[in-house]
């Protein structure tokens, strides 16, 4: 029995072996033809040697399965402290589709394309390519994993923090939200989706439902009674409206990805190049620094350029 149990493993470790070839390989590949893949490009595009293992490997290893992704976690973890980032992506696809219970995996996948290797990309079709990979591999995620309400809540939160699609992230945090144990900062995110892009028709409703929420936490109650008091105090104050713009802008900034303009805003435009708000129908950006000049009172409208432009 254990002679023909040692008789499946060879060839399973043989074929993990192969797996941990892939990176190095394509990393080589890369150096080797600049002139195909761009000399001075950070971004590494993707190969067919990325996709991972084919159904065949995954299938030959049967019960190994679960062996071989624990050993190719380790040698993406072996990648990653190395330094070459780019190299990680075929193992973690690799490590998704011979564990896609591997929950870490999963989210560690979407992270670093979303984050690491959309900061890294130099062009903005890089940076969308990247941030839609890493989107589409926690979609994934949640597919391959529909009772763990991690993955929804790391969909969620790259939809909201990365992307800045409001009204999907709290859709994810919804679902989020009906997991028994789910913690109770998750009831919270539902309105923070709204907050920043003041969406007031969605923020009351979802700060109501916070409140009807985690009754025996206290903190949880006085951050949302918090949050209810000074909206409803401040909903009808245009000043308060740029603050938050300002806020959420100087904190996309930060991050690296596009300014967010606010379509419906009654009382503001948001400037182009500098993202800070300038009363609707302002000819040119308030900011004193900027002197970026409007034509007309269309939000993101191009003028002229200022100067340093």
Known sequence: MGTRRGRKLVPGLLMVGVLCLIAPLQESVHRARPETFGR??????????????TPAVVAALGGFRTVAADLLWLEAEHIWHGGS????????????????????AWKV????????????????VDKRFWLRRGIDAL???VEANPNAWEVYFELGWTLYDRAHEPWRAAQYFRKTDEFEDAPHYVTRMVYR???????????????????????????????????????????????????????????????????????????WD?????GLPSPKGS?????????????????????PAGPGE
Not at 85 to 104: E, G, N, S
Not at 109 to 124: D, V
Not at 238 to 256: C, G, S, Y
């Open 109 to 124: 996948y979407g992270w670093h394309a979303a984050y690491n290797l959309q900061a890294e990309a130099e062009t903005r």
């Open 283 to 303: 000819a040119v950006c308030r900011n004193p620094y900027c002197e970026y000049q409007f034509k007309g009172d269309a939000p993101g409208a191009v003028g």
């Open 139 to 141: 979609e994934r995620a």
């Open 85 to 104: 980032w780019w190299a990680m992506l075929p193992l973690l696809d690799a490590v998704t589709q011979l564990d896609p219970h591997f929950l870490l």
């Open 40 to 53: 001075d490009r950070k971004t590494r595009p993707v190969s067919a040697i990325s996709i991972g293992p």
């Open 270 to 274: 948001v400037c182009p190049r500098c």
């Open 193 to 267: 989706c709204y907050e920043h892009v003041m969406d007031f028709d969605e923020l009351f409703p979802a700060l109501e439902y916070a409140l009807s929420k985690h009754k025996d936490v206290p903190l949880h109650q006085k951050i949302v009674k918090r949050d209810l008091d000074w909206w409803t105090a401040n909903k009808d104050f245009p000043e308060e409206h740029r603050r938050q713009i300002v806020l959420e802008n100087t904190a996309r900034k930060q991050r690296d990805v596009d300014y967010w303009l606010y379509p419906d805003d009654p009382f």
